[in-house]
């Protein structure tokens, strides 16, 4: 069992940054693929970035590509999420998770075996 506490999140005005964490506990001898998820009032979950298990490679929703950078810390066993240029359409409950197996990334959300609880973005204009 791998648990996932995210932190980070906040109320910031438009063209700010955050830099969202999510911080893994429990089995983590094992690296993970994992990725960034985000849900609006009244919206369903959508993809926003993933990461590999090497890190090596990244994938991010166009909606973010350009603005949002992904990165892992095996050392650390915590998930990083960059946000720059944030817009209000951003403003979202933002949940990391993370995937037992497989080398790629992932950008599905029945694809992954653990969620956080998620943290609150609010970008106001």
């Known amino acids: 069992q791998v648990q996932l506490v995210e932190s980070g999140g906040g109320l910031v005005q438009a063209g700010d940054s955050l830099r969202l964490s999510c911080a893994a506990s429990g089995r983590t001898d094992s690296s993970y693929a994992m990725g960034w998820f985000r849900q609006a009032p009244g919206k369903e979950r959508e993809f926003v970035a993933a990461i590999s298990r090497s890190s090596s490679n990244t994938a991010y929703a166009d909606s973010v590509k350009g603005r949002f950078a992904i990165a892992k810390d095996n050392a650390k066993n915590t998930l990083y999420l960059q946000m720059n240029s944030l817009k209000p359409e951003d403003t979202a409950v933002y949940y990391c998770?993370?995937?037992?197996?497989?080398?790629?990334?992932?950008?599905?959300?029945?694809?992954?075996?653990?969620w956080g609880q998620g943290t609150q973005v609010t970008v106001s204009s």
């Open positions: 998770a993370a995937r037992r197996s497989g080398a790629a990334y992932y950008t599905g959300i029945y694809e992954y075996d653990y």
